[in-house]
């Protein structure tokens, strides 16, 4: 099994999301997060001032899947996500030990 975890525009979410589904995927977490890559933020203006803001909101996008199934996930994730510019974010990958669902005990990639 590998986690893989994509750091997205917020933008993205909805295509991503539905990629995801389309693939059958049927769980993931999504937490919202702040940070900054290549971009380096940017300066915005409010009532005359300027300020910096260098942690820009992303999404967080996690979800497990059969080592067979990677591949496929990268490809609809990078398909729904990329705009071409810099900031569309990362996909990170993980191997994954072992998975319980904890309302019964049941193991192993029948929990995904």
Not at 63 to 78: L, M, P
Not at 93 to 112: D, F, M, S, W
């Amino acid at each position: 099994m590998t986690k893989v975890e994509a750091i997205i525009r917020t933008s993205a979410f909805d295509k991503v999301k539905d990629a995801l589904v389309e693939l059958g995927i049927q769980g993931m977490t999504v937490s919202e997060v702040r940070g900054y890559g290549r971009q380096k933020g940017h300066t915005e203006s409010y009532r005359g001032r300027e300020y910096d803001v260098d942690l820009l909101p992303k999404l967080r996008v996690q979800t497990v899947v059969a080592d067979e199934r990677v591949e496929a996930v990268i490809d609809a994730i990078t398909k729904a996500a990329a705009t071409g510019v810099i900031g569309d974010g990362k996909i990170f990958l993980y191997k994954v030990e072992g998975a319980i669902r904890i309302r019964n005990q049941e193991r192993g990639e029948t929990v995904l």
